[in-house]
Protein backbone atom coordinates (compact mmCIF):
# COMPACT_ATOMS: atom_id res chain seq x y z
CA UNK A 1 0.00 0.00 0.00
CA UNK A 2 1.35 3.41 -0.86
CA UNK A 3 1.58 6.09 1.69
CA UNK A 4 -1.55 9.02 1.97
CA UNK A 5 -2.42 11.69 4.11
CA UNK A 6 -5.75 11.40 6.26
CA UNK A 7 -8.28 13.88 7.06
CA UNK A 8 -11.66 13.60 8.72
CA UNK A 9 -14.57 15.74 7.18
CA UNK A 10 -16.77 17.69 9.67
CA UNK A 11 -19.08 18.32 6.40
CA UNK A 12 -20.46 16.93 3.62
CA UNK A 13 -19.55 20.19 1.69
CA UNK A 14 -16.46 19.68 2.81
CA UNK A 15 -15.89 16.33 2.55
CA UNK A 16 -16.96 16.94 -1.45
CA UNK A 17 -14.66 19.92 -1.98
CA UNK A 18 -11.60 17.69 -0.48
CA UNK A 19 -13.03 14.84 -3.11
CA UNK A 20 -12.44 17.64 -5.49
CA UNK A 21 -8.64 17.44 -5.34
CA UNK A 22 -6.78 15.23 -7.40
CA UNK A 23 -5.79 11.62 -5.99
CA UNK A 24 -8.24 12.09 -3.15
CA UNK A 25 -11.04 9.50 -2.10
CA UNK A 26 -13.54 8.95 0.29
CA UNK A 27 -13.72 6.55 2.68
CA UNK A 28 -16.57 4.95 4.79
CA UNK A 29 -16.20 1.46 5.29
CA UNK A 30 -13.43 1.14 3.36
CA UNK A 31 -14.61 -2.76 2.55
CA UNK A 32 -13.55 -2.01 -1.05
CA UNK A 33 -11.37 0.52 -1.30
CA UNK A 34 -8.79 -0.77 1.14
CA UNK A 35 -8.70 -3.92 -0.85
CA UNK A 36 -7.92 -1.85 -4.01
CA UNK A 37 -5.46 0.04 -2.11
CA UNK A 38 -3.37 -2.79 -0.78
CA UNK A 39 -3.58 -4.57 -4.34
CA UNK A 40 -2.26 -0.72 -5.75
CA UNK A 41 -5.46 -0.43 -8.25
CA UNK A 42 -6.29 2.45 -6.05
CA UNK A 43 -3.30 4.37 -5.19
CA UNK A 44 -5.07 7.81 -3.53
CA UNK A 45 -2.88 10.64 -1.90
CA UNK A 46 -5.64 11.78 0.27
CA UNK A 47 -8.01 9.59 2.50
CA UNK A 48 -11.42 11.63 3.26
CA UNK A 49 -12.95 10.12 6.38
CA UNK A 50 -16.46 10.60 6.34
CA UNK A 51 -17.22 8.91 9.07
CA UNK A 52 -18.33 11.42 11.44
CA UNK A 53 -20.96 13.20 8.81
CA UNK A 54 -24.51 12.76 10.29
CA UNK A 55 -25.96 10.61 7.37
CA UNK A 56 -26.29 7.41 9.53
CA UNK A 57 -30.19 7.33 10.13
CA UNK A 58 -32.97 5.78 8.59
CA UNK A 59 -36.04 8.47 8.41
CA UNK A 60 -39.33 7.96 6.99
CA UNK A 61 -40.50 10.51 4.17
CA UNK A 62 -43.66 12.02 3.70
CA UNK A 63 -44.55 10.16 0.82
CA UNK A 64 -44.77 7.03 2.83
CA UNK A 65 -41.64 5.75 2.11
CA UNK A 66 -38.25 6.08 3.58
CA UNK A 67 -34.48 8.05 3.25
CA UNK A 68 -31.46 5.68 4.33
CA UNK A 69 -28.50 7.89 4.85
CA UNK A 70 -25.46 6.98 2.91
CA UNK A 71 -23.54 5.82 6.22
CA UNK A 72 -26.25 3.79 6.87
CA UNK A 73 -24.53 0.10 7.26
CA UNK A 74 -25.75 -2.99 5.59
CA UNK A 75 -26.34 -4.63 8.75
CA UNK A 76 -28.37 -2.30 9.90
CA UNK A 77 -30.71 -1.54 6.94
CA UNK A 78 -31.52 -5.27 6.72
CA UNK A 79 -32.47 -5.67 10.11
CA UNK A 80 -34.73 -2.68 10.49
CA UNK A 81 -38.44 -3.21 10.66
CA UNK A 82 -39.64 -0.82 8.31
CA UNK A 83 -37.27 -2.06 5.48
CA UNK A 84 -38.37 -5.75 6.71
CA UNK A 85 -41.64 -5.62 6.40
CA UNK A 86 -42.49 -3.01 3.63
CA UNK A 87 -39.06 -3.85 1.61
CA UNK A 88 -38.68 -7.30 2.00
CA UNK A 89 -36.57 -7.80 -1.48
CA UNK A 90 -33.61 -5.28 -0.31
CA UNK A 91 -33.21 -6.31 2.82
CA UNK A 92 -32.84 -10.29 1.68
CA UNK A 93 -30.82 -8.52 -0.79
CA UNK A 94 -28.84 -7.20 1.99
CA UNK A 95 -28.82 -10.35 3.66
CA UNK A 96 -27.20 -11.91 0.72
CA UNK A 97 -24.22 -9.98 0.33
CA UNK A 98 -20.36 -10.61 1.45
CA UNK A 99 -20.28 -11.84 5.42
CA UNK A 100 -21.97 -10.89 8.37
CA UNK A 101 -18.58 -8.72 9.74
CA UNK A 102 -18.38 -7.06 5.76
CA UNK A 103 -22.02 -6.05 6.19
CA UNK A 104 -21.51 -4.52 9.64
CA UNK A 105 -18.97 -2.28 8.09
CA UNK A 106 -20.22 -1.75 4.49
CA UNK A 107 -22.41 1.33 4.08
CA UNK A 108 -25.13 2.34 1.89
CA UNK A 109 -23.32 4.75 -0.55
CA UNK A 110 -19.99 2.66 -0.69
CA UNK A 111 -22.24 -0.84 -1.71
CA UNK A 112 -23.53 1.95 -4.75
CA UNK A 113 -20.04 2.69 -5.47
CA UNK A 114 -18.16 -0.14 -5.14
CA UNK A 115 -16.58 -1.49 -8.08
CA UNK A 116 -16.21 -4.55 -10.31
CA UNK A 117 -14.89 -7.95 -8.74
CA UNK A 118 -13.52 -8.63 -12.26
CA UNK A 119 -10.45 -10.92 -12.28
CA UNK A 120 -8.15 -8.92 -14.45
CA UNK A 121 -9.56 -5.26 -13.00
CA UNK A 122 -7.98 -6.35 -9.60
CA UNK A 123 -4.13 -7.83 -11.35
CA UNK A 124 -2.52 -4.69 -11.91
CA UNK A 125 0.04 -6.66 -14.63
CA UNK A 126 -2.94 -7.33 -16.80
CA UNK A 127 -4.75 -5.10 -19.47
CA UNK A 128 -8.16 -3.80 -18.40
CA UNK A 129 -9.71 -0.50 -19.86
CA UNK A 130 -11.60 0.19 -16.51
CA UNK A 131 -7.93 0.65 -14.56
CA UNK A 132 -6.36 1.72 -17.37
CA UNK A 133 -7.86 3.35 -20.35
CA UNK A 134 -6.47 1.93 -23.50
CA UNK A 135 -4.76 -1.14 -22.52
CA UNK A 136 -7.40 -3.85 -23.46
CA UNK A 137 -9.69 -5.75 -22.09
CA UNK A 138 -7.96 -9.23 -20.75
CA UNK A 139 -11.28 -10.91 -19.60
CA UNK A 140 -12.73 -10.80 -23.27
CA UNK A 141 -10.40 -13.44 -24.37
CA UNK A 142 -9.36 -15.03 -21.12
CA UNK A 143 -11.10 -16.12 -17.95
CA UNK A 144 -15.10 -14.75 -17.85
CA UNK A 145 -17.27 -16.80 -15.77
CA UNK A 146 -18.35 -14.03 -13.93
CA UNK A 147 -18.47 -11.40 -16.52
CA UNK A 148 -21.55 -9.72 -18.11
CA UNK A 149 -23.82 -11.13 -20.98
CA UNK A 150 -26.34 -7.86 -21.46
CA UNK A 151 -24.45 -4.14 -21.31
CA UNK A 152 -21.17 -4.79 -22.13
CA UNK A 153 -18.76 -3.54 -25.01
CA UNK A 154 -16.20 -4.46 -26.90
CA UNK A 155 -13.67 -2.36 -23.96
CA UNK A 156 -14.93 -4.05 -20.92
CA UNK A 157 -17.37 -6.83 -20.44
CA UNK A 158 -16.73 -6.49 -16.27
CA UNK A 159 -20.38 -6.92 -14.07
CA UNK A 160 -21.58 -4.53 -11.27
CA UNK A 161 -21.02 -7.15 -7.75
CA UNK A 162 -23.46 -4.95 -6.03
CA UNK A 163 -26.82 -7.14 -4.10
CA UNK A 164 -28.03 -3.97 -2.54
CA UNK A 165 -28.18 -1.82 -5.50
CA UNK A 166 -30.45 -4.61 -8.09
CA UNK A 167 -33.23 -4.56 -4.88
CA UNK A 168 -32.88 -0.89 -4.91
CA UNK A 169 -32.95 -0.76 -8.87
CA UNK A 170 -36.22 -3.01 -8.52
CA UNK A 171 -37.85 -0.31 -6.00
CA UNK A 172 -36.90 2.71 -8.22
CA UNK A 173 -34.73 3.91 -5.54
CA UNK A 174 -33.21 7.81 -5.92
CA UNK A 175 -29.87 8.74 -5.15
CA UNK A 176 -29.56 12.33 -3.37
CA UNK A 177 -26.19 13.81 -3.78
CA UNK A 178 -24.19 16.94 -2.39
CA UNK A 179 -21.70 19.17 -4.06
CA UNK A 180 -18.57 21.22 -2.44
CA UNK A 181 -21.42 24.38 -3.37
CA UNK A 182 -23.95 22.64 -1.41
CA UNK A 183 -25.39 22.03 -4.19
CA UNK A 184 -27.87 18.97 -4.06
CA UNK A 185 -29.35 16.95 -6.45
CA UNK A 186 -31.45 13.61 -7.19
CA UNK A 187 -30.70 11.11 -9.46
CA UNK A 188 -32.62 8.03 -10.13
CA UNK A 189 -31.00 4.63 -9.46
CA UNK A 190 -31.24 3.64 -12.93
CA UNK A 191 -29.10 6.37 -13.96
CA UNK A 192 -26.32 6.37 -11.56
CA UNK A 193 -24.33 3.37 -13.28
CA UNK A 194 -23.52 3.98 -16.58
CA UNK A 195 -22.90 1.00 -19.16
CA UNK A 196 -19.20 0.96 -20.23
CA UNK A 197 -19.48 2.10 -24.06
CA UNK A 198 -16.03 3.30 -25.29
CA UNK A 199 -15.46 4.87 -21.66
CA UNK A 200 -15.23 1.83 -19.18
CA UNK A 201 -13.20 3.89 -16.54
CA UNK A 202 -16.28 6.43 -16.08
CA UNK A 203 -18.92 4.08 -14.06
CA UNK A 204 -21.57 6.37 -12.40
CA UNK A 205 -22.70 9.58 -13.36
CA UNK A 206 -21.42 11.81 -10.34
CA UNK A 207 -19.46 14.52 -11.09
CA UNK A 208 -16.24 15.50 -9.62
CA UNK A 209 -16.74 15.98 -5.87
CA UNK A 210 -20.23 15.29 -5.90
CA UNK A 211 -20.75 12.52 -3.02
CA UNK A 212 -24.15 10.65 -1.92
CA UNK A 213 -25.60 11.46 0.82
CA UNK A 214 -28.63 9.30 1.03
CA UNK A 215 -31.38 6.91 -0.81
CA UNK A 216 -34.55 7.73 -1.04
CA UNK A 217 -36.60 4.78 -1.50
CA UNK A 218 -40.69 5.43 -2.81
CA UNK A 219 -43.57 4.03 -1.03
CA UNK A 220 -43.66 -0.07 -1.73
CA UNK A 221 -45.10 -0.76 -4.87
CA UNK A 222 -47.75 -3.95 -4.43
CA UNK A 223 -46.89 -7.32 -4.94
CA UNK A 224 -44.71 -9.99 -3.54
CA UNK A 225 -41.33 -9.28 -2.92
CA UNK A 226 -38.60 -12.14 -3.90
CA UNK A 227 -34.70 -12.16 -3.95
CA UNK A 228 -32.92 -14.99 -5.33
CA UNK A 229 -29.18 -15.24 -5.94
CA UNK A 230 -27.31 -17.74 -7.77
CA UNK A 231 -23.73 -18.28 -6.70
CA UNK A 232 -21.02 -20.34 -6.89
CA UNK A 233 -20.84 -21.07 -2.95
CA UNK A 234 -23.29 -19.97 -0.24
CA UNK A 235 -22.17 -17.46 1.03
CA UNK A 236 -19.41 -14.56 0.80
CA UNK A 237 -19.68 -15.07 -3.29
CA UNK A 238 -20.95 -12.77 -5.82
CA UNK A 239 -24.25 -13.33 -7.85
CA UNK A 240 -23.79 -15.64 -11.02
CA UNK A 241 -27.36 -14.79 -11.61
CA UNK A 242 -29.79 -12.73 -9.15
CA UNK A 243 -33.02 -11.58 -9.46
CA UNK A 244 -35.12 -9.28 -7.52
CA UNK A 245 -38.67 -9.70 -8.48
CA UNK A 246 -41.64 -7.45 -7.08
CA UNK A 247 -44.51 -9.43 -8.68
CA UNK A 248 -48.24 -8.11 -8.00
CA UNK A 249 -51.04 -11.26 -8.55
CA UNK A 250 -54.49 -11.81 -8.59
CA UNK A 251 -56.62 -15.05 -9.05
CA UNK A 252 -54.08 -16.69 -11.45
CA UNK A 253 -53.10 -13.60 -13.11
CA UNK A 254 -50.28 -11.48 -13.06
CA UNK A 255 -50.92 -7.29 -13.05
CA UNK A 256 -47.91 -6.02 -12.84
CA UNK A 257 -44.11 -7.12 -12.23
CA UNK A 258 -40.72 -5.25 -11.24
CA UNK A 259 -37.93 -6.93 -12.77
CA UNK A 260 -34.17 -7.12 -11.79
CA UNK A 261 -31.10 -8.56 -12.52
CA UNK A 262 -27.39 -9.35 -10.91
CA UNK A 263 -24.38 -10.77 -11.88
CA UNK A 264 -25.09 -9.91 -15.62
CA UNK A 265 -24.41 -6.28 -16.82
CA UNK A 266 -22.09 -3.63 -15.81
CA UNK A 267 -24.82 -2.45 -13.76
CA UNK A 268 -27.58 -3.37 -12.27
CA UNK A 269 -30.05 -4.42 -14.88
CA UNK A 270 -33.56 -3.43 -15.27
CA UNK A 271 -35.72 -5.26 -18.13
CA UNK A 272 -38.61 -3.04 -18.92
CA UNK A 273 -38.98 -5.32 -21.94
CA UNK A 274 -39.67 -7.79 -19.84
CA UNK A 275 -42.31 -6.39 -17.28
CA UNK A 276 -44.30 -5.07 -20.30
CA UNK A 277 -45.38 -8.95 -20.90
CA UNK A 278 -46.94 -9.00 -16.96
CA UNK A 279 -49.70 -6.43 -17.92
CA UNK A 280 -52.82 -8.78 -16.50
CA UNK A 281 -51.78 -12.22 -18.01
CA UNK A 282 -51.74 -16.01 -17.03
CA UNK A 283 -49.30 -16.93 -14.83
CA UNK A 284 -48.05 -20.14 -16.60
CA UNK A 285 -44.76 -20.67 -18.40
CA UNK A 286 -45.94 -19.25 -21.41
CA UNK A 287 -45.86 -15.96 -19.99
CA UNK A 288 -42.88 -16.67 -17.86
CA UNK A 289 -41.03 -18.01 -20.86
CA UNK A 290 -41.88 -14.51 -23.45
CA UNK A 291 -40.45 -12.32 -19.85
CA UNK A 292 -37.20 -14.83 -20.43
CA UNK A 293 -36.57 -13.76 -23.94
CA UNK A 294 -37.19 -10.46 -23.20
CA UNK A 295 -34.75 -10.22 -20.71
CA UNK A 296 -32.52 -12.16 -22.65
CA UNK A 297 -32.67 -10.21 -25.79
CA UNK A 298 -29.29 -9.45 -27.01
CA UNK A 299 -27.23 -11.40 -24.32
CA UNK A 300 -24.07 -12.43 -25.75
CA UNK A 301 -21.60 -14.79 -24.29
CA UNK A 302 -18.23 -14.89 -24.11
CA UNK A 303 -17.31 -19.04 -23.76
CA UNK A 304 -16.59 -18.70 -20.11
CA UNK A 305 -19.94 -17.20 -19.35
CA UNK A 306 -22.48 -18.88 -21.96
CA UNK A 307 -24.43 -20.76 -19.24
CA UNK A 308 -25.79 -17.70 -17.93
CA UNK A 309 -28.05 -17.51 -20.38
CA UNK A 310 -30.07 -20.81 -19.56
CA UNK A 311 -29.37 -19.91 -16.03
CA UNK A 312 -30.88 -16.76 -16.14
CA UNK A 313 -33.97 -18.10 -17.66
CA UNK A 314 -34.37 -21.12 -15.05
CA UNK A 315 -33.60 -18.65 -12.38
CA UNK A 316 -36.22 -16.22 -13.46
CA UNK A 317 -38.89 -18.98 -13.86
CA UNK A 318 -38.59 -20.26 -10.69
CA UNK A 319 -39.01 -16.88 -8.89
CA UNK A 320 -41.94 -16.30 -10.82
CA UNK A 321 -42.76 -20.02 -9.73
CA UNK A 322 -42.38 -19.17 -6.74
CA UNK A 323 -44.33 -15.67 -6.39
CA UNK A 324 -47.39 -17.35 -8.14
CA UNK A 325 -47.69 -19.88 -5.89
CA UNK A 326 -48.23 -17.86 -2.73
Not at 54 to 66: A, F, N, Q, S, Y
Not at 126 to 147: D, M, V
Not at 259 to 281: C, M, T
Request: charged residues 20%; glycine residues 8%; hydrophobic residues 40%.
Amino acid sequence: MKAFTYQRADSATRAAAAAVKPGAKIIAGGTNLLDLMKLQVETPSTLVDINSLPLDKIEETPDGGLRVGALVRNSDLAADSRVRQRYGVLSRALLAGASAQLRNKATTGGNLLQRTRCYYFYDVTKPCNKRSPGSGCAALAGLNRIHAILGASDQCIATHPSDMAVAMRALDARVETINREGEARVIPIADLHRLPGKTPEIETSLKSGEIITAVALPPPPPGVQVYRKVRDRASYAFALVSVAAIVDTARGRIRSARLAFGGLAPKPWRAAQAEEKFANVAADPTSFNAAANAVLDGARGFGGNDFKIPLTRRTLHGVLAEITRT
